[in-house]
T-cell receptor
Framework: NAGVTQTPKFQVLKTGQSMTLQCAQD?????MSWYRQDPGMGLRLIHY???????DQGEVPNGYNVSRSTTEDFPLRLLSAAPSQTSVYFC?????????????????FGQGTRLTVV | KQEVTQIPAALSVPEGENLVLNCSFT??????LQWFRQDPGKGLTSLLL?????REQTSGRLNASLDKSSGRSTLYIAASQPGDSATYLC???????????FGAGTTVTVRA
């Protein structure tokens, strides 16, 4: 049971480069999201999706794009990397809630991608 | 906006002592609350999920309580071990929303 898988685990980019962080889940979860974790700032939501073809912005979306063409995959794209995007990125997934107690909406997280922009 | 606070930010205890970790949130209209463990350089591992209709959840040495009206949850870890050393995060899912709001975490060190 793989759960939530993120690749790569580590990445170093030069300022201005672009790249895609991959996230895949095998639990048939409708809801997927991306967070960044910075020292002293906790986890902040970047983008999220409630199903294939549906995405929306979170708390800190600038500089990032997402798409959701399948239930399983939710890639995060950095268009033009900046040093301020140096962070640890986490992908998470869960079922959507259908009402109180009807669905277990426990969130599952990947192991993270540690990104350094120089 | 939901604000989640975890106090203290760090805690050091001798092995065998019981741990008490606190989480407070400003909006009591929550769907559920989840406790996570994070080891250095690793991802988040889910420990316990408490639905808003529940008062507590237990798993082995872990027990989490929820008092929605006062906006508080407490994670108890009985008979701590050095392997319990990690950062513990709580996250709240608001009612009618899917997005989790996280606290900054409590970093626990259990001394052998």
């Amino acid at each position: 049971n793989a759960g939530v898988t993120q690749t790569p685990k580590f990445q170093v980019l030069k300022t201005g480069q672009s790249m895609t962080l991959q996230c895949a889940q095998d639990m048939n979860h409708e809801y997927m999201s991306w967070y960044r974790q910075d020292p002293g700032m906790g986890l902040r939501l970047i983008h999220y999706s409630v199903g294939a073809g549906i995405t929306d912005q979170g708390e800190v979306p600038n500089g990032y794009n997402v798409s959701r063409s399948t239930t399983e995959d939710f890639p995060l794209r950095l268009l033009s990397a900046a040093p301020s995007q140096t962070s640890v990125y986490f992908c998470a997934s869960s079922y959507l809630s259908l009402g109180q107690g009807l669905m277990n909406t426990e969130a599952f997280f990947g192991q993270g991608t540690r990104l350094t922009v120089v | 906006k939901q604000e989640v606070t975890q106090i203290p930010a760090a805690l050091s205890v001798p092995e065998g002592e019981n741990l008490v970790l606190n989480c407070s949130f400003t909006d009591s209209a929550i769907y559920n609350l989840q406790w996570f463990r994070q080891d250095p350089g690793k991802g988040l591992t889910s420990l316990l999920l408490i639905q808003s209709s529940q008062r507590e959840q237990t798993s082995g040495r872990l027990n989490a309580s929820l008092d929605k009206s006062s906006g508080r949850s407490t994670l108890y870890i009985a008979a701590s071990q050095p392997g319990d050393s990690a950062t513990y995060l709580c996250a709240v899912r608001p009612g009618g929303d899917y997005k989790l709001s996280f606290g900054a975490g409590t970093t626990v060190t259990v001394r052998a």
